[in-house]
């Protein structure tokens, strides 16, 4: 069975030196020191910490996973980590759309720099998603047959907590009805929304029935489930799966860091969830690898 997982963050140096820039109190090498502050390893130079990523995978059993430039601007430490294991890395990047040259970065990381998804942040960056900037986006990777990835509802980047960053999110800014609009003007594009809607669970459900291209990520431990009182992990597979088919549904799990590494307790509560719905066994497959293969051919 192969395993893929579509939600991997690259916490590459350029990561770290970028957010260091809004740290205070940040040191000189923040590459080095703000993983080290956070208790966490420091990631090195890009191909190593690509190298340890296809060790973590190997160790798990996994064959792919797409690696998330965490950062906009960060673009080209994911790129320069699937040229290094283009068998083992789908890249994807997150962008500003509504900075001045978003459309020009996004047409170098999907043309010359090879990533296959947009990752949009419209909470974090406060823009709408029928803003004419989001368009643009949208329109550069329909020309490159390329993914669009929405981030909706909650947003806690943990880091940023950590490190005493503020984080002023709009949350009325990442509604998974404004990705489904967007997704029946561009339906040859994939759309993934990341966490079952992370906490707009109803709406992403209807996006994903009023669109057919609109997919689900399964990433991370899903706690915005306390918003929703008495809902299982068993449910939100069930009912995913009921209004969205097994199809579109993308396994993933949000993994980050080192030394934590992939995160495999996600893995196993997730299965076990798979395994009460008693789905027959392409269906399975499907959720766990079929689909990102599928998506992201090589």
């Not at 205070?24 to 090498?29: F, L, M, R, V």
């Not at 590459?31 to 340890?52: K, Q, T, V, Y």
């Not at 430039?69 to 699937?82: F, I, L, Q, R, Y």
């Amino acid at each position: 069975m192969a395993i893929n997982d579509a939600h991997c963050h690259f916490f590459s140096s350029g990561f770290f030196a970028t957010l260091g820039r809004d740290v205070k109190d940040a040191p000189s090498d923040a590459a080095s020191e703000l993983p080290r502050r956070l208790g966490w390893e420091p990631p090195g130079g890009d191909e190593a910490l690509a190298d340890r990523w296809v060790a973590e995978l190997d160790r798990h059993g996994v064959a792919r996973a797409a690696l998330i430039a965490s950062v906009p601007g960060d673009e080209a430490s994911v790129a320069a980590a699937v040229r290094r294991h283009p068998s083992r890395f789908v890249g994807f990047f997150m962008v500003n759309a509504a900075a001045p040259d978003a459309p020009e970065r996004a047409g170098r990381a999907f043309g010359e720099l090879g990533l296959r998804a947009a990752c949009l942040f419209p909470a974090m960056h406060h823009y709408r998603l029928d803003d004419e900037r989001v368009e643009r986006i949208a329109a550069a990777a329909a020309e490159r047959k390329a993914a669009v990835f929405v981030h909706c509802g909650v947003l806690s980047v943990g880091v940023r907590k950590k490190l005493g960053l503020p984080s002023r999110f709009d949350l009325r800014l990442g509604d998974p009805l404004a990705v489904a609009a967007l997704a029946l003007r561009y339906p040859a594009v994939p759309f993934i929304i990341p966490h079952f809607g992370a906490g707009m669970f109803r709406e992403a459900l209807m996006a994903a029935d009023a669109a057919e291209n609109v997919h689900l990520d399964t990433s991370s431990s899903n706690g915005w489930r306390r918003y929703h009182p008495g809902l299982s992990l068993d449910d939100v597979f069930r009912q995913v799966v009921s209004v969205a088919g097994a199809r579109r549904v993308l396994f993933g799990t949000d993994s980050s860091f080192f030394p934590r590494g992939w995160q495999r307790a996600v893995y196993d509560e997730q299965t076990a969830a798979l395994e009460s719905l008693e789905l027959d066994e392409p269906s399975r497959l499907m959720i766990l690898g079929g689909n990102f293969d599928r998506l992201f051919a090589r």
